[in-house]
Nanobody
């Protein structure tokens, strides 16, 4: 089992930056891919970014690839989502998820952290 705990959400103004953290416990993540998703009210969860733990290669969604970056801290078993130049349309509940690299679906999910971008 993998437990995921997100942190770092909050209320910011347009143009501000925010860094989300996803702390993992229960297992080392050497064979995992960890991702961030976000969910807008009344909508399905959308993919934001993911990272392969072994080599830290990241993938970013088209809507955020020019503003967000994903990274991981091996020593602290934590994945970060650095969000820059935030826009009101980035307002959502952000979830961290993890899966074994060979699985199609993400099997472990955190509880989510709210990001609100508003002036």
């Amino acid at each position: 089992q993998v437990q995921l705990v997100e942190s770092g959400g909050g209320l910011v103004q347009p143009g501000d930056s925010l860094r989300l953290a996803c702390a993992a416990s229960g297992r080392t993540l050497n064979n995992y891919r960890v991702a961030w998703f976000r969910q807008f009210p009344g909508k399905e969860r959308d993919f934001v970014a993911s990272i392969r733990w072994t080599d830290a290669r990241g993938i970013l969604g088209d809507s955020v690839k020019d503003r967000f970056t994903i990274s991981r801290d091996n020593a602290n078993n934590t994945v970060y989502l650095q969000m820059n130049t935030l826009k009101p349309e980035d307002t959502a509940l952000y979830y961290c998820a993890a899966k074994m690299f060979y699985n199609n679906n993400y099997e472990y999910w955190g509880q989510g952290t709210q990001v609100t971008v508003s002036s």
